[in-house]
């Protein structure tokens, strides 16, 4: 089992930063890609940004230029910590903030942190 846990969530005006952390632990080896996925209220969840093992990213076009994700695998393979850096953040960009990870065929969620930006 992998347990995903995210912190970092708050409250920022527009225009303003936040940095979500995803800590992966448990049976951590073999994880390939993570992800950050959010959703806003009434809406379908949709990705934002993915990382692989080989430090390969993708974004999605909203976060294009305003988000860096990153990943940090640890020396000791007791952890992998996934990371969301947001600038410029908008109010269209309030949602709980998931992150996923997936293993040999298995796909595994954190619980979410709420992210909300005030005009």
């Known amino acids: 089992q992998v347990q995903l846990v995210e912190s970092g969530g708050g409250l920022v005006q527009a225009g303003g930063s936040l940095r979500l952390s995803c800590t992966a632990s448990?049976?951590?080896?073999?994880?390939?890609?993570m992800y950050w996925y959010r959703q806003a209220p009434g809406a379908q969840r949709e990705l934002v940004a993915t990382t692989t093992n080989g430090g390969s990213t993708n974004y999605a076009e909203f976060a294009k230029g305003r988000f860096t994700i990153a990943r940090d695998n640890g020396s000791d393979n007791a952890k992998i910590t996934l990371y969301l850096q947001m600038n410029s953040l908008k109010p269209e960009d309030t949602a709980v903030y998931y992150c996923?990870?997936?293993?040999?065929?298995?796909?595994?969620w954190g619980q979410g942190t709420q992210v909300t930006v005030s005009s």
């Open positions: 448990g049976r951590i080896t073999g994880i390939n890609v």
């Open positions: 996923k990870a997936d293993r040999w065929g298995f796909t595994y």
